[in-house]
Nanobody, 127 residues
């Protein structure tokens, strides 16, 4: 059974940092794509950053230069380092995985390409 479990969310002030983690189990993610998405209240879920199995990464324009995606293959864990956080970054953050090795990288992850999802971790940024 595929499981993605996010952690690391919390409440921070604007300008602060958080590091999200996503542990992936029951799934051979090698070669496939893992992505971070977020959804704010009343808004659609949007792609944030993607880690392709070949090592390429991509991010949405809104987070470029502030967020960094990385992966620890030995621990099957995906990370999202978030710096210079803004109130507009407040959302539930989700980790997701594709079922094959083709996915959109430029501009960040494309939601329809992802099949497996975690339960999310809340990030709240205040002024």
């Amino acid at each position: 059974q595929v499981q993605l479990v996010e952690s690391g969310g919390g409440s921070v002030q604007a300008g602060g940092s958080l590091r999200l983690s996503c542990v992936v189990s029951g799934y051979r993610s090698s070669g496939h794509c893992l992505g971070w998405f977020r959804q704010a209240p009343g808004k659609e879920r949007e792609g944030v950053a993607v880690f392709h199995g070949d090592g390429n990464t991509g991010a949405a324009d809104s987070v470029k230069g502030r967020f960094t995606i990385s992966k620890d293959n030995a621990k099957n864990t995906l990370f999202l380092q978030m710096n210079s956080l803004k109130p507009g970054d407040t959302a539930m953050y989700y980790c997701a995985a594709t079922t094959w090795n083709l996915c959109t990288v430029v501009g960040g992850p494309h939601l329809p390409e992802y099949k497996y999802w975690g339960q999310g971790t809340q990030v709240t940024v205040s002024l």
